[in-house]
């Protein structure tokens, strides 16, 4: 790509780079507590190993690696994400300025992955791996089109890497390699550029980076898909057609979840030149096409075969996620004027970055008038400085993942297990006091939970202590109202 070209789109990235930096101002000034995904990785971050669970490790070592130099803090987690995120963003329009001359609609490409819920919302709110697989899909994209359009060793390379970096995000990420490779070989013009000797580096690559995980997959195997084997398959008691029935039915609204919005905002700023454009094709239309088309049956073949009932839209990121800059071909396929569209569309675009971060930030702050809250209401940390005031924990035994990540994050230089995950076994002998905290829903029992009662006599074959109880302002509170932590000690000094 020439200079003067990387110019025509400058002005994208700059944009977006803005708006990511104000992600991260909005989520440090929002709360300091952690969502799920947060926690799960100020958690793991403990350790490094070639596997964590139901989810490949690229996010975790990613975010181990950046706590090794920054420490563990809300500030590096929420630089991570919004930095990949960026990263993909860029990539997304490099692919978009090698096959759409309209630097428009190179524009309304690259930005229209805003219009995308998942892209836009979700990814900013809690999610971890699924940004790890917007990452690797924008990286693959990336070398895949450049390796069909300008073949080089380096292109080859790319696509090697991000096909690497996905099958370490989420192992639904295979769909999207195997339906670029289908498409292109359906291709007689494309067809040779899969019979090219550097797809051999392009394997290599991928596999090299993917080994140490695949060592560990093969003794875990079940441990790994077991969680996301179960979420799919829950379909009851269903006989085998109402399973499938519903498996096409819940593909059905993801695809609508996922997609509705953008296809609404560009029938709204085409009008009438969309419905046409949409008959129109081109090479790189009808790739995309292709690749979309076997993405979609190989989700099939898992409903009737594999026994999913349950689709995500979020599990649709690896190959939907093209889809702004697909109808944009089909738009330039048809010669449609982009002008008054395209400033239409800068408006759009206004609205989401800021009302994205508005709505992140108000759905937290709002508590103070609503009396609901959500989990970055927690006061953890005012509840682990309390408790510190009456001994300092030399280890901490947590009910669940979500709170040992919490923790984790304001005394990291202590051990913190999560009764939920045993794959954690650190050397807690001479370690005292040990600190055990759970969460206590509302109408809960206030006694020691059972399963944490059953750790400590076969770990440390000590029996249960006395439970307690404390309660600490919300953030963001109406009136007075608190949350409740049960805690006990075990061989706490006199």
């Given at each position: 790509m020439t200079e003067s070209k990387l110019r025509d789109i400058r002005w994208i990235f700059v944009l977006l780079a803005a708006y990511f930096a104000l992600q991260v101002g909005v989520r440090l000034a929002t709360s300091h507590s952690l969502d799920l995904d947060e926690a799960e990785q100020a958690f793991r971050s403990q350790w490094l190993a070639a596997g964590y669970g139901p989810q490949p490790p690229f996010y975790n070592w990613l975010q181990y690696t950046v706590f090794q130099f920054t420490g563990v803090s809300l500030a590096a987690l929420s630089l991570v994400k919004n930095l990949l995120l960026f990263i993909?963003?860029?990539?997304?329009?490099?692919?978009?300025?090698?096959?759409?001359?309209?630097?428009?609609?190179?524009?309304?490409?690259?930005?229209?992955?805003?219009?995308?819920?998942?892209?836009?919302?979700?990814?900013?709110?809690?999610?971890?791996?699924?940004?790890?697989?917007?990452?690797?899909?924008?990286?693959?994209?990336?070398?895949?089109?450049?390796?069909?359009?300008?073949?080089?060793?380096?292109?080859?390379?790319?696509?090697?890497?991000?096909?690497?970096?996905?099958?370490?995000?989420?192992?639904?990420?295979?769909?999207?390699?195997?339906?670029?490779?289908?498409?292109?070989?359906?291709?007689?013009?494309?067809?040779?550029?899969?019979?090219?000797?550097?797809?051999?580096?392009?394997?290599?690559?991928?596999?090299?980076?993917?080994?140490?995980?695949?060592?560990?997959?093969?003794?875990?195997?079940?441990?790994?898909?077991?969680?996301?084997?179960?979420?799919?398959?829950?379909?009851?008691?269903?006989?085998?057609?109402?399973?499938?029935?519903?498996?096409?039915?819940?593909?059905?609204?993801?695809?609508?979840?996922?997609?509705?919005?953008?296809?609404?905002?560009?029938?709204?700023?085409?009008?009438?030149?969309?419905?046409?454009?949409?008959?129109?094709?081109?090479?790189?239309?009808?790739?995309?096409?292709?690749?979309?088309?076997?993405f979609l049956v190989g989700i099939l073949l898992l409903i009737v075969f594999g026994g999913a009932a349950g689709i995500k839209d979020r599990w649709l990121v690896p190959m939907l996620f093209i889809l702004p800059l697909y109808f944009c071909l089909k738009i330039e396929a048809a010669g449609v004027v982009t002008g008054r569209a395209f400033r239409r569309f800068m408006a759009v675009i206004a609205i989401i970055m800021i009302g994205v971060p508005a709505a992140l930030y108000g759905s937290v702050a709002a508590a103070r008038f609503t009396g609901h809250y959500e989990r970055l209401n927690r006061p953890y940390a005012t509840m682990l400085e309390t408790l510190r005031q009456q001994a300092e924990p030399a280890a901490i035994l947590a009910g669940d993942s979500l709170l040992a990540g919490n923790l984790r994050q304001d005394i990291p230089g202590v051990p913190v297990l999560s009764v939920d995950y045993p794959g954690f076994h650190p050397d807690l002998s001479g370690r005292r006091p040990l600190l055990l905290v759970w969460l206590l829903p509302k109408g809960g029992s206030e006694a020691l939970p059972p399963d944490m009662a059953e750790w400590l006599q076969a770990n440390l074959g000590a029996p249960a202590p006395e439970a307690l109880v404390i309660d600490t302002p919300y953030f963001y509170r109406r009136g007075d109202d608190r949350y409740r932590f049960g805690y006990a000690w075990v061989n706490q000094q006199p």
């Open positions: 993909s963003y860029l990539l997304y329009g490099l692919t978009a300025r090698l096959i759409l001359r309209d630097k428009a609609l190179v524009a309304i490409a690259t930005l229209g992955l805003l219009t995308l819920p998942q892209m836009a919302f979700e990814m900013q709110r809690d999610l971890t791996h699924t940004v790890a697989v917007f990452f690797s899909a924008s990286i693959f994209l990336y070398g895949f089109i450049r390796s069909l359009k300008q073949p080089s060793l380096a292109s080859y390379l790319i696509a090697g890497i991000g096909i690497g970096f996905g099958l370490l995000a989420k192992y639904n990420f295979a769909i999207l390699p195997a339906a670029a490779l289908i498409a292109a070989l359906s291709d007689a013009r494309l067809r040779p550029r899969i019979f090219d000797w550097r797809l051999v580096l392009t394997a290599t690559v991928a596999l090299i980076i993917t080994l140490p995980h695949l060592f560990w997959l093969k003794d875990n195997l079940d441990f790994a898909t077991a969680r996301t084997l179960e979420k799919m398959t829950a379909s009851g008691h269903a006989s085998y057609p109402a399973q499938v029935a519903m498996g096409i039915g819940s593909l059905a609204l993801a695809i609508i979840s996922f997609a509705g919005l953008t296809v609404a905002v560009f029938a709204i700023l085409f009008g009438k030149g969309l419905r046409p454009a949409l008959t129109e094709s081109s090479q790189w239309t009808r790739l995309l096409e292709r690749m979309m088309f076997v």
